[in-house]
């Protein structure tokens, strides 16, 4: 089956709404979790897991809208890069999810650039 570009970055545009529509609403539904990856020299923790959680949600629905694409493109691999931290002491301090495997922490670092290039592709590319 041949399919226009169009047709695909659309299908990926919704997949990446998806994904960041239901880890922003996990924000909320499973705070507790979301409070253990947070490092402990940042302020305010559950706050920041909300306000997270928030532009995750804004984010993906953003990406829908064409007038705001590329800023929410933009804001989204800004986001990704501000909890990339966070990411990085969850692996290092795998003790504090026992229910996780110790690999998957690790492995799960590698998916961020992954994850912004989808953004990039699905928000910010010239050819969207």
Same mark, same amino acid.
């Given at each position: 089956?041949?399919?226009? @570009?169009?047709?695909?970055?659309?299908?990926?545009?919704? #997949?990446? =709404?998806? *994904?960041? #529509? %239901? !880890?922003?609403? $996990?924000?909320?539904?499973?705070?507790? $979790?979301?409070?253990?990856?947070?490092?402990?020299? /940042?302020?305010? @923790?559950?706050? $920041? +897991?909300?306000? =997270?959680?928030? *532009?995750?949600?804004? %984010?993906? #629905?953003?990406?829908?809208?064409?007038?705001?694409?590329?800023?929410?493109?933009?804001?989204?691999? &800004?986001?990704? +890069?501000? !909890?990339?931290?966070?990411?990085?002491?969850? &692996? +290092?301090? =795998?003790? /504090? *999810? @026992?229910? /996780?495997?110790?690999? /998957?922490?690790?492995?799960?670092?590698?998916?961020? @650039?992954?994850?912004?290039?989808?953004?990039?592709?699905?928000?910010?590319?010239?050819?969207?």
């Amino acid at each position: 089956m041949n399919t226009s @570009p169009h047709i695909r970055t659309t299908i990926s545009r919704i #997949i990446l =709404s998806a *994904f960041f #529509i %239901g !880890v922003g609403v $996990l924000h909320f539904t499973k705070a507790d $979790l979301f409070m253990r990856v947070m490092p402990p020299y /940042l302020p305010y @923790p559950r706050e $920041l +897991v909300y306000v =997270s959680g928030i *532009f995750e949600i804004l %984010g993906g #629905i953003g990406v829908h809208v064409a007038l705001t694409r590329r800023a929410v493109g933009y804001g989204l691999i &800004a986001l990704l +890069v501000a !909890v990339f931290p966070a990411n990085i002491h969850m &692996a +290092v301090h =795998s003790e /504090l *999810f @026992p229910e /996780l495997p110790v690999a /998957l922490l690790w492995i799960r670092l590698l998916f961020q @650039p992954l994850i912004m290039a989808w953004v990039w592709s699905c928000a910010i590319k010239k050819s969207v």
